[in-house]
């Protein structure tokens, strides 16, 4: 039996490189695919929130003296490629997937509305919100934590490059410990950076619980979504 009925799934846009140097991996993203169809299985809804580090960020933009606006909107439309690429991937592996998208672009994918989002689960398709929350300054980790509550999931999952959270950024601190469980008040204290304060702070206050773990290990979003012993779960 899983552990959760409806899930939010954050997909690290950066790991969607694979070996390549940027844009997308086409074995990554079957790859994530295939564990995600695993859990729908099971009987799980399931919506999905991508990020766009593998395309652009903004502050990528804005370290060059962009607008920091304009390169966060072009950061946006990243994840609205990612989308799109994740919901045909997912087409061709036999799965129904809805793109829907928080920025106005009508002849691409059809606007976010909520109550349609929820149609769409309920209907045991998978549900994409591209374009992040559609405004600038965010992340798509505050995306992830605001469709989370929207739509009721029962747990933010983060799928990322490391295994967990961790005492310090494990990717610079090697001498780095990961925490089985940390309280959202510990992580937000700490300054921890493996989600941006604004996602922990809006997960906290709607007491929707975040499990962190490792998007390259084979079968990590099964044993999560199962309710094993696997990453690092933010608690209230
Ligand atoms: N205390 C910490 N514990 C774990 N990871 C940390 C910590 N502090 C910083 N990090 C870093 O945070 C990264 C994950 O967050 P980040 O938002 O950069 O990636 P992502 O969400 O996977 O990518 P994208 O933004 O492309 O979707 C990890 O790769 C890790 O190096
Ligand atoms: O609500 C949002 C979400 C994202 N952005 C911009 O998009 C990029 C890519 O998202 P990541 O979460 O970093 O993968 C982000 O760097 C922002 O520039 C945004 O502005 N608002």
Known sequence: MPAHKRILLKLSGEALM???AYGINRATIV???REIQEVTKLGVEVAVVIGGGNIF???AGG?????RATADYMG?????MNSLALADTMRQEGMTARVMSAIAIEQVVEPYVRPKALQYLEEGKIVVFAAGTGNPFFTTDTAAALRGAEIGAEIVLKATK???VYTADPKKDPSATRYARISFDEAITKNLQVLDATAFALCRDQKLPIKVFSIFK???LKRVVMGEDE???VHV
């Open 57 to 59: 960020r903004g502050v």
């Open 218 to 220: 084979p079968g990590a």
């Open 162 to 164: 490391v295994d967990g």
């Open 31 to 33: 790859r994530m695919v």
């Open 63 to 67: 370290s060059v003296g962009m607008d």
């Open 18 to 20: 694979g070996d390549d």
């Open 231 to 233: 990453g690092t779960l």
């Open 76 to 80: 946006m439309l990243a994840t609205v």
